[in-house]
């Protein structure tokens, strides 16, 4: 899988969970703070990656996944995808 999949699937499961816009899925956006997450929805967010991407994120990795840039370098380091 490329850089780009990885990329383009993160963002419909973010649009998907969080009903965010895609223009506001951009590294830096805060799952909270920008695209009005709760706990809850964070927890969907992480089961939609696992699921899609077929790798389990630990709690206390779960735990540090705050931006969208986190969790995009999190799959990127799972997968072992090339940019």
């Given amino acids: 899988m490329k850089m780009e999949e ?3 699937k993160l963002k419909e ?3 998907d ?4 816009e895609e223009d506001q899925i951009k590294p ?8 009005g997450a709760d ?12 699921e899609e991407f077929d790798i389990e994120i630990p ?3 779960a735990e540090k996944l705050t931006t969208v840039g986190e ?13």
């Fill in 59 to 61: 709690d206390e990795d």
């Fill in 17 to 20: 969970r969080l009903n965010a």
């Fill in 13 to 15: 499961i973010v649009m």
């Fill in 6 to 8: 990885v990329q383009s």
């Fill in 39 to 50: 706990s809850l929805d964070i927890v969907e967010l992480i089961m939609g990656i696992e």
């Fill in 28 to 35: 830096e956006a805060s799952f909270v703070e920008d695209l």
């Fill in 71 to 83: 969790a995009m370098e999190y799959v990127k380091t799972k997968l072992a995808v090339e940019d």
